[in-house]
Each structure stands twice: as C-alpha cells, then as structure tokens.
C-alpha cells in the first residue's frame, strides 16, 4: 500500500474520525476547532480519497421548552414546593395548595405538579382531607430525581446526549421537545483504519505557492496541483417548483370545465371576508385566534347601498345591532371566498363559473397539516338552475382529473352555506384528510350580494393537502423546502385528466365505518 500525505487539518479529521468511527460534523468542527462549513471542501476531498463516507440524515433533536427554561431557573415543581412545605403542613389540601402557591410563588397548575409527585414518591399523604408528612426517605428520593432531570436537562442545553429513558420523562414533563434537524454523519472507511493503524498516513504542510528558497525542501509540503484539462461542473438545467407547476396544472383543469380566474386583494376588509357572507360579527372565527388583524386605523370604503342591506339582512337574521365600523376593519383574508363575493357583486345575476387560487392567513400552529399561510383554491357556479348535486359532481370530476380514485363526503357546517359538506381523500400516510369544503350560498348571501334571483354553490379547497397528496409528500412544510437536492427530486405532477381521460365514474365514493 501507498503512503499518503493530507496537509494538517485533514490529518487532524481523519485522527479524530479513526477514534470515533463515526461522528455529526458539528461535534468533528468542535472536537478540531473550526466552523463546519470550514472543514467541507476537506470532507469532500477526504471522501474521493476513499478515507470516509458523508451521509445526509434526518434526526429528531430535543430542545428545551419555556418549561424546561423554568426549571432550570428556578426548579422542578417539587423542589421549589418542598423548600416551603414545613409552612404549610398540617393544614386541608385547598389550604395546603393556597399557602404553597403564595409562599413558593408559584402557579395553581404546578403546585399541583408538585403535589402529585410528593406523593408518588411517599414523600407527602393526604389523610381525611390533610396533607402531612408520610416519609423523609421519599422526600430525598423526589429530590434525587428532580436532581437527575435537572442535570439532563443542562446536558441537552450543552448540546450531550441523554439516555432515553431520562428523555422520554422531560417529553412526558413536557421540559423537552424534539425537532426535525439535518445533520452530516461522517463515517471512517475501513481503507482509512487500515492504512492509519500501518502509519501510512502521513502529515505534510500545504503549499499553494511555491518560492525559490523552498527549492530544497519541497518534500517537506504537499503541493496542491490543478488540472486544467478537466472541464468544469455542467450547472443543471433550471426547472419550476414542482408545487407551482401544480399549481399552474390545476389552474389548467379548471379552465378546461369552463372556469374563469379572478383575482382579490390580499388585505381585505372584513365586509368581504365575513360580512358578505352573512357571518354574525360575533362569530368565533372572527376573533384573533382565527384572523389576523391589522395594526392601523385606515378603513376601506365599501358602497353604501351594499352596507345597507348587509346591515338589514344581519339585523333582521341575527337579531343584533349590526356595526358598519367593524366590517370596514382591515385583515389579512383568512379564506379567498371574499374573491367569490366581490365577484358575484360586480357581475349580479347570471350564469358563470369563476375561481380563485391565491394565498390566505390563518393563525394556525404550524404543523405537517397544517401552516399560517397557504394556497387555498375557492369558486363558484352561479346560475339559476344550480344545485348540491352539482357540487357533488364537481368534487368528483376535479378528483378524477388529478388522478384521485376514492373520496368520501359528510355532512358538513359552514356559516355561509347550506346544505354544506366536506370531502375527503385519503392520504397513503397520513390517511383520510379533508380537501374538498363546501355548500349552497345561503339565501342571506345572495341578498346582500344583489343577486337573490341565483343560486351559486361554493368551494374553499385545502389545495396544499392536494399538493402533497399528488406529489407524494407527508408533510405540509415541504411544500415550501429550500434545500435544493430536495426540490430537484420532487416529481413534476402530471395530469391524468388529459393524458388517459380518467372519467369521474372511475372516483369511488367509499363509506367509512364508524
């Protein structure tokens, strides 16, 4: 075998890596040194070399909650219940719990934490009523754990690793909580440990630049050659996010049935957003746990003669005074039906068909479901002769055209709409998933709108649960992934609509069993 010669800090890498045989490359940087990004070029080479191997994982770290925070500041519930317990002994468990709350200064909620844990370990009973002293042993062993998930705790927040045991009692505590991460795992080849153990890894000082009184001495550096026949790296040909271009397929569907795109302002007042859609103002999800609301006294204008009806209409159905200030409020639209309403408004009476994809905002937690800002995918058909039925077979049909065999509907509520329903599809991962909301625009709706002579039917589809339905994705957030080796192999959706002539027969209407 051949000696070979790596400059210093890869003879330092590959010295760390052949004690540990594998390692994250964070823990490699802090182990030499440096930063991570410093060291990967290193890697790279170290790699071709044939010396280790670099694998791209997903792992779930903890990471410290508020409640872990506390802990650490100020104790477990337990201790800091236990520091003041000689004052409150002896007395009714409601009285017990008041005194430790005042004395400990802490919360209702983990007085009670505390309590629970006492007991558990025999440290404290309640008899008839009285909290008293059961054991000193079980107090110091409650002591010895709250010290042990203290000490994990400090660990976690230095970045070591824990047992699972002692991470499975902070996640139940809820002092921990894991998140998605990426991490480079760097492993040593056995080529490496080979030629390592036979000393046939030798450092060398690198030389870029070669002087003349080095003339004498070059075996002394290793002399970093380039090659310039090698052509450089061909850059991959550019392509679309593969969700936009579904996106823009869908957008084909629709105006392939017959469907115009409209468009609406992202800031909306609430009129369009709720009022018009004969929403009572103290309906829940027009509070800001449902609506984002904006900071500004600037009101919109809408036409006094539709602010009149819509305050007959909500006074007369909801038996409120209705408040014109409130409707004239700006928000981010939290549904893109108030693109539907100003264009049943605009047009009035008559037969079209219209649609909406674009971006609402919602105050959601951001989860695999779920995100505070999507695409949501709204329309309507307005006519004189429309009815559910055509609702029903609109799902179908647009199910079919995105390839989609089975969907089940139930009955659903909506404010705005009635009879209403919803439709689901079902998710190879995540299993039945609602996307398809909708209903008959209520009586009330049309009459504010000017249009009392038609029926429109409405929809306000999750487009992003489609999304990741048809292109293969359990989690809502890859929707939006930057990480670009991730992008490129995502699928381009296609349409089966158009390529095999799926019809809406083939779309399975299943039953699910309660």
């Known amino acids: 075998m051949e000696k070979i010669y790596l400059p210093t800090r890869q003879f330092r890498i590959v010295g760390v890596l052949v004690n540990a045989k594998s390692i994250v490359i964070d823990e490699l940087a802090k182990k030499i040194g440096v930063k991570p990004e410093d060291i990967m070029r290193d890697l790279a080479e170290l790699e071709s070399l044939g010396l280790l191997r670099v694998e791209r994982k997903i792992v779930q770290e903890p990471v410290i909650t508020e409640e872990g925070i506390l802990v650490l500041q100020k104790g477990l519930p337990e201790e800091r219940m236990y520091r003041v317990i000689h004052r409150c002994i002896d007395k009714k468990i409601d009285e017990f719990m008041e005194c430790v709350s005042a004395e400990a200064e802490m919360d209702p909620a983990h007085v009670r934490i505390g309590l629970q844990h006492l007991i558990r370990n025999n440290c404290l009973r309640v008899i008839n009523g009285i909290v008293r002293i059961r054991d000193d042993h079980g107090c110091l062993k409650a002591l010895e754990e709250a010290a042990y998930i203290k000490a994990a705790l400090k660990e976690i927040l230095e970045g070591k690793r824990v047992s699972e045991s002692l991470l499975s009692i902070l996640k139940r505590r809820k002092m921990v909580k894991t998140e998605r991460k990426k991490q480079l795992v760097i492993t040593a080849s056995p080529k490496l440990l080979e030629l390592f153990e036979k000393g046939l890894i030798i450092e060398k000082e690198l030389a870029t630049i070669i002087y003349p009184s080095m003339a004498e001495e070059l075996d002394k550096y290793i002399i970093k050659e380039f090659d310039l026949s090698i052509p450089p790296p061909r850059p991959r040909a550019a392509r679309l996010n593969a969700y936009m271009e579904f996106l823009d397929l869908v957008r084909e569907i629709l105006v392939s049935m017959g469907f115009e795109e409209v468009k609406g302002p992202h800031v909306e007042l609430e009129f369009w957003n709720f009022d018009a859609l004969f929403q009572a103002q103290d309906h829940p999800a027009r509070e800001i746990h449902d609506t984002f609301f904006l900071k500004t006294e600037y009101r919109g204008r809408v036409p006094e003669e539709l602010l009149e009806r819509a305050k007959r209409i909500h006074e007369k159905g909801w038996g409120y005074k209705w408040n014109p200030l409130r409707a004239l409020r700006p928000i981010l639209r939290s549904q893109t039906t108030a693109v539907s309403v100003r264009t049943i408004y605009e047009r009035g009476e008559g037969e079209y068909r219209v649609f909406s994809l674009d971006r609402v905002f919602r105050p ?103 999304a990741m339905s048809v292109l293969g994705l359990n989690d809502i957030r890859d929707l939006f992934n930057k990480d670009l080796d991730f992008l490129r192999k995502m699928p381009s959706p296609k349409l089966p609509y158009f390529l095999t002539r799926t019809s809406s027969k083939d779309v399975k209407v299943v039953k699910i069993p309660r």
């Open 364 to 466: 959601e937690t951001l989860d695999a479901k779920h995100a505070m800002e999507f695409y949501q995918l709204d329309g309507i058909i307005v006519g004189k002769e429309v009815n559910f039925k055509h609702l029903l077979a609109f799902f179908k049909e647009f199910a079919a055209a995105l390839g989609i065999k089975e969907v089940w509907f139930k009955p659903g509520y909506f404010p705005f709409t009635e009879p209403s329903v919803e439709g689901f599809i079902k998710h190879p991962e995540l299993g039945w998933i609602e996307v398809f909301p909708g209903g008959v625009f209520r009586p009330e709706v049309m009459e504010i709108l000017g249009a009392p002579g038609v029926r429109a039917i409405a929809w306000g589809i999750g487009i992003d649960r489609l």
